[in-house]
């Protein structure tokens, strides 16, 4: 009786699952009428919240210097680092003054989360009058980790986005630009690549597209019409903002033509840490069920809560393993029992299906935007399945952290 209700509830998790991805990656495919109409002229504000970004903050800040925009301004909110951070910033704004300005944070309101930094830069932009005599439906807000190497195309891409007077957001894809050094690299890589092209592909249709922590665009007027601050003390602030934005009225939009490029973690250990910080804030943002559900029109709805009940869903899909195990040890022994052979195959095919049926793919939606050969492709499609497998120890480590009440987290360092 115990097996067949493991086999029933295990069958019922993989059906749905197969069935949504599988729904999402059809819907991704759908063609987007591409906007080839200019953008109007609007000012652009790229805030990066840094703390402790000695290593990275240099680089990034150039690139975005060399952005080819006219009228932009980049903010760095220093959340009180006791590295170079804030000399670094300094250095890079010499060579263009007036364009980068810094807010250095002090204790006892700083290292609150990404969140309230934030909210601290859009505060001091509006005390500076930097933004005096500009209406706010012409002014977006860029967030950009200390790490975020936007594409020189970006803004052009994503501004025709903002001619729709309802669109409130647009989020661009997201790469690790040191992807070709490790392998662990290179599935993070095609991690962010799959999640945009498939997931993010389809919301567009369905009006239930997400922000990301990096390379976020929103309008400053959509921001202001958000009930409380914009950012939230969730751990996933993106995730949050995103599902309040949709439920103020406004759009949000996925521009996959253009990228920011951030750093991909090369430690393992690290990278369950990282993970787990973000199952946790997941779990958090299930608060925002009861809005989704007032103000949130039915068929977006639907897909968020069920993007939010996706740690439940996968903590009892970390469970089909042990499962899977159980059930062949009972077929093996009723096996010996009943005098058959061990040397029975049947179940291979079935494994191979519950376990990489998807991974043919993902990897063709990542040889779509990176120049690899079709093996090596299929190569990497079957390794990210099995790589997946980190949600599962992350999530249960996320648990283990609210049941002991720890909420706070050390951000993962730069290298």
């Not at 819907?27 to 990066?48: A, I, N, Q």
């Not at 800040?61 to 952005?67: F, I, K, T, W």
Request: with cysteine; net charge neutral.
């Amino acid at each position: 009786m115990i097996d067949q209700v493991t086999v029933a509830g295990s069958l019922a998790i993989i059906v749905l699952a197969v069935a949504y991805n599988g729904g999402m990656f059809v819907l991704s495919r759908r063609r987007t009428p591409l906007l080839d109409e200019p953008g109007k002229e609007r000012t652009y504000v790229f805030m990066l919240a840094c703390l402790n970004e000695e290593k990275v903050i240099g680089e990034s800040l150039s690139r975005l210097l060399d952005l080819p925009l006219d009228d932009f301004l980049v903010l760095v909110v220093d959340d009180a680092s006791d590295d170079e951070t804030a000399r670094i910033a300094a250095a890079a704004g010499a060579s263009d003054p007036g364009r980068i300005h810094i807010l250095s944070r002090t204790f006892p309101d700083a290292r609150k989360g990404k969140g309230a930094a934030l909210n601290a830069g859009l505060d001091w932009l509006a005390e500076s009058e930097l933004l005096a005599g500009k209406d706010p439906r012409d002014v977006v807000i860029c967030v950009v980790d200390a790490d975020g190497r936007l594409d020189r195309h970006a803004a052009a891409q994503v501004d025709p986005f903002f001619n729709d007077p309802e669109v409130g957001a647009v989020q661009v894809g997201v790469r690790m630009y040191n992807r070709h050094g490790r392998l662990l690299a290179r599935l993070q890589d095609m991690e962010f690549v799959v999640y945009g092209e498939i997931f993010q592909g389809a919301r567009r249709h369905i009006g239930s597209v997400g922000m990301g922590g990096n390379g976020q665009f929103m309008r400053l007027a959509a921001l202001r019409s958000l009930t409380g601050r914009p950012w939230s003390d969730c751990l996933t602030e993106d995730l949050d903002l995103g599902v309040r934005l949709i439920a103020s009225g406004w759009t949000n939009a996925y521009c996959g033509t253009a990228a920011v490029h951030q750093q991909a973690v090369l430690n393992l250990r690290l990278l369950l840490r990282q993970r787990s910080r973000w199952f946790q804030g997941h779990i958090q943002a299930s608060r925002l069920a009861p809005l989704i559900l007032r103000e949130i029109p039915p068929r977006p709805a639907a897909d968020l809560l069920y993007h939010l009940s996706s740690p439940a869903l996968l903590l009892l899909t970390s469970l089909l393993p042990v499962s899977f195990a159980l059930m062949l040890g009972d077929t093996a022994v009723a096996s010996v029992q009943a005098g058959h052979s061990l040397m029975s195959v049947w179940w291979l095919p079935w494994f191979y299906v519950m376990t990489f049926g998807l991974a043919a793919a993902y990897a063709f939606v990542y040889r779509r935007r990176e120049p690899v050969s079709r093996l090596h492709s299929l190569f990497l499609g079957h390794l990210y399945v099995i790589y997946g497998y980190i949600w599962f120890v992350s999530g249960w480590w996320a648990v283990g952290r609210l049941l002991t009440g720890r909420h706070t987290w050390l951000k993962t360092a730069r290298t």
